[in-house]
């Protein structure tokens, strides 16, 4: 059984990619079982496979989660641990051991993963109860959120460049309008990739339609800047106004012409790594990273951060907060005034 955990472009719903492990599948969806939950038997199989396909529907999730759990079955299997045996003292043990190489944040979500799979293998009656139930994580407070973010000299030297690209570039406009989106509506690159050009309200008071995590449909206003840049984008691709084709598309590799199909999460983050790199920003540069920018520059212009969490779609202001660091920019100016 191989130790490597399954990559990104393996489907979200495996958790091992070695032959040696036993497939369960129907419908056409199949999952490769880890061997520790194979070897339990057939209704441990069953019921594992149930929970990644039925259970989770985000996809994202669905992906993290399968790695935390094949990741732990790998090392249960190599102490000689069968699924029946596993101890709260057993997984305590391997979450501390995962100390030494992973955040706090990462260990809180594999201890997650394995309190809710376990959880539902003894719902089904696999287990007699959920040994992760009562293991407890370390706490993690964060106060500040890492996202790196732009200044606006930087913001402004990377719209400038796609500023400068020729009309007929479709891709140079594509993007810039992406990273408006992202910017100046704080919104997340999940539901940017989504947007249909229907989702573009057009108009002098344009909207935007976001189809967010959880189902979510939010409609926000469209910054005059993100209008014009989608205007001219629509226009160099031929999109025609509300159809229900995606706004956002692919394009193959120095084609320079667009696919018809949207792009994924994955190429927009080499987009901006790209064109971040074409005008000497930092490679931390994330696709967040506009959403952090857009939400700091609102708050140092005097913004009201309640009506920030609205436009971000966050259920929490403390999740908002996070991505402001006009706090942390002064706390650095008070910092600097003490001079020997």
């Given at each position: 059984?191989?130790?490597?955990?399954?990559?990104?472009?393996?489907?979200?719903?495996?958790?091992?990619?070695?032959?040696?492990?036993?497939?369960?599948?129907?419908?056409?969806?199949?999952?490769?079982?880890?061997?520790?939950?194979?070897?339990?038997?057939?209704?441990?199989?069953?019921?594992?496979?149930?929970?990644?396909?039925?259970?989770?529907?985000?996809a994202?999730?669905?992906?993290?989660?399968?790695?935390?759990?094949?990741?732990?079955?790998?090392?249960?299997?190599?102490?000689?641990?069968?699924?029946?045996?596993?101890?709260?003292?057993?997984?305590?043990?391997?979450?501390?051991?995962l100390g030494?190489?992973?955040?706090?944040?990462?260990?809180?979500?594999?201890?997650?993963?394995?309190?809710?799979?376990?959880?539902?293998?003894?719902?089904?009656?696999?287990?007699?109860?959920?040994?992760?139930?009562?293991?407890?994580?370390?706490?993690?407070?964060?106060?500040?959120?890492?996202?790196?973010?732009?200044?606006?000299?930087?913001?402004?030297?990377?719209f400038?460049?796609?500023?400068?690209?020729?009309?007929?570039?479709?891709?140079?406009?594509?993007?810039?309008?992406?990273?408006?989106?992202?910017?100046?509506?704080?919104?997340?690159?999940?539901?940017?990739?989504?947007?249909?050009?229907?989702?573009?309200?057009?108009?002098?008071?344009?909207?935007?339609?976001?189809?967010?995590k959880?189902?979510?449909?939010?409609?926000?206003?469209?910054?005059?800047?993100?209008?014009?840049?989608?205007?001219?984008?629509?226009?160099?691709?031929?999109?025609?106004?509300?159809?229900?084709?995606?706004?956002?598309q692919?394009?193959?590799?120095?084609?320079?012409?667009?696919?018809?199909?949207?792009?994924?999460?994955?190429?927009?983050?080499?987009?901006?790594?790209?064109?971040?790199?074409?005008?000497?920003?930092?490679?931390?540069?994330?696709?967040?990273?506009?959403?952090?920018?857009?939400i700091?520059?609102?708050?140092?212009?005097?913004?009201?951060?309640?009506?920030?969490?609205?436009?971000?779609?966050?259920?929490?202001?403390?999740?908002?907060?996070?991505?402001n660091?006009?706090?942390?920019?002064?706390?650095?100016?008070?910092?600097?005034?003490?001079?020997?």
């Amino acid at each position: 059984m191989t130790t490597t955990p399954p990559s990104p472009a393996q489907t979200a719903i495996v958790l091992s990619g070695s032959g040696a492990d036993v497939s369960i599948g129907t419908l056409g969806v199949s999952m490769a079982l880890p061997e520790l939950v194979a070897d339990a038997g057939p209704e441990a199989g069953r019921q594992t496979f149930e929970f990644f396909t039925a259970r989770i529907p985000n996809a994202h999730t669905r992906l993290a989660y399968g790695r935390a759990v094949w990741r732990f079955c790998a090392w249960c299997r190599s102490g000689g641990l069968r699924l029946e045996q596993i101890t709260p003292p057993a997984i305590a043990g391997y979450l501390e051991g995962l100390g030494a190489t992973m955040s706090v944040a990462s260990i809180k979500l594999t201890a997650s993963a394995l309190r809710n799979w376990l959880g539902f293998l003894t719902e089904r009656g696999v287990l007699d109860a959920n040994p992760a139930a009562s293991v407890r994580t370390p706490r993690l407070v964060v106060r500040e959120g890492k996202t790196p973010v732009l200044e606006r000299q930087e913001a402004r030297a990377l719209f400038a460049s796609l500023d400068a690209a020729d009309a007929g570039d479709v891709l140079a406009l594509r993007d810039r309008a992406v990273f408006a989106v992202m910017l100046f509506g704080f919104v997340r690159v999940g539901a940017v990739v989504k947007m249909q050009v229907r989702d573009f309200e057009d108009g002098d008071n344009a909207w935007l339609v976001l189809h967010e995590k959880g189902g979510r449909e939010r409609r926000i206003p469209c910054h005059h800047k993100t209008r014009d840049y989608l205007r001219a984008y629509m226009q160099a691709a031929g999109l025609e106004p509300r159809s229900r084709v995606p706004l956002f598309q692919s394009a193959p590799r120095r084609s320079g012409a667009l696919t018809g199909e949207q792009l994924d999460r994955g190429a927009v983050l080499r987009i901006v790594k790209r064109r971040c790199k074409s005008v000497g920003l930092p490679s931390s540069v994330c696709n967040h990273s506009f959403r952090a920018t857009g939400i700091t520059i609102h708050q140092e212009n005097g913004g009201d951060i309640v009506e920030a969490q609205k436009l971000a779609g966050h259920a929490d202001l403390r999740t908002t907060q996070l991505y402001n660091r006009k706090s942390g920019k002064m706390q650095r100016a008070e910092v600097e005034r003490v001079q020997l």
